[in-house]
């Protein structure tokens, strides 16, 4: 059974247009991820969240936005896509707080296409 | 921040041969150390850890091995077969921070 769920799994979308890529997951894992993945190159984490509290990395845009409503649902909003934000957007998990570091496990991705 | 490097970053090997990726990184404080495996137009799948107080690691087909003092850990496949084609990235966590520092992976080729 699937553990983390992205969705859509290909999403189009034109030049400026907002777009909201939708991650859930089964494991009740209390930090998420959105990375974002271009041809050829490793993941680069864009933010996180560790519960409730929000993360974000200092060479994110502000074009980039996340919500997480609730433990299994994490939301990343692209205001007004470029074309050079299109890319692999990847989610992930990873339980956290015991002292020792756990696994962080991906989702299968959404391929975002900017026209 | 910490640095992670990998090598080589393609390799081609022989069905049946082993291959071998290596990493290094630069914080000493990493205590963490997975493997993934990145299938076209597919996520990365965890398939090896390996944890600071641990000098190796071996699951069927795939070891890891880590050096702390040299600062550098490796990716072990044997009997490799089609199936194991992929990018292979490394990854070091620094203890008591829950992000990842990504290698820049490596395309591994089987050849039947």
């Known amino acids: 059974d699937a553990m983390v769920i992205q969705n859509p799994r290909y999403q189009v979308t034109q030049f400026g247009k907002p777009v909201t890529l939708s991650c859930s997951q089964t494991l009740n894992h209390n930090v998420m991820y959105w990375y974002q993945q271009k041809s050829s190159q490793a993941p680069k984490l ?6 409730k509290d929000f993360n974000n990395e ?22 007004s896509p470029g074309l050079g934000d299109a890319a692999m957007y990847l989610c992930a998990t990873s339980r956290e707080g015991l002292g020792v570091p756990y696994e962080q496990y991906f989702g299968p991705g959404t391929r975002l296409t900017v026209t | 921040g ?19 990726i290596k990493c290094t990184y630069s914080d000493s404080a990493s ?11 597919k996520g990365p799948q965890l398939i090896i850890d390996i944890r ?7 699951d069927q087909r795939i070891a890891v091995t880590l050096n702390k ?20 990235f490394c990854a070091a966590r ?14 591994l080729t089987i050849i039947p």
């Not at chain 1, 200092?58 to 205001?79: G, H, K, M, V």
């Not at chain 2, 600071?52 to 071996?58: A, P, R, T, W, Y």
């Not at chain 2, 003092?69 to 292979?88: G, R």
């Open chain 1, 46 to 51: 864009l933010f996180h969240y560790y519960d």
């Open chain 2, 31 to 41: 205590n963490y150390f997975p493997w993934y495996k990145q299938e076209l137009g």
């Open chain 1, 58 to 79: 200092a060479d994110t845009p502000d074009n980039f936005q996340s919500r997480r409503p609730n433990t299994s649902f994490c939301f990343l909003d692209i205001r």
């Open chain 2, 2 to 20: 910490e640095n992670v490097e990998q090598h080589p970053s393609t390799l081609s090997v022989q069905e049946g041969d082993s291959a071998v």
């Open chain 2, 69 to 88: 003092t040299a600062k550098h850990f490796s990716l072990h496949i044997t009997e490799t077969q089609p199936e194991d084609s992929a990018v292979y």
């Open chain 2, 94 to 107: 620094v203890g008591g921070n829950e992000k990842l520092t990504f290698g820049t992976g490596t395309r």
């Open chain 2, 52 to 58: 600071s107080n641990v000098g190796e690691k071996k």
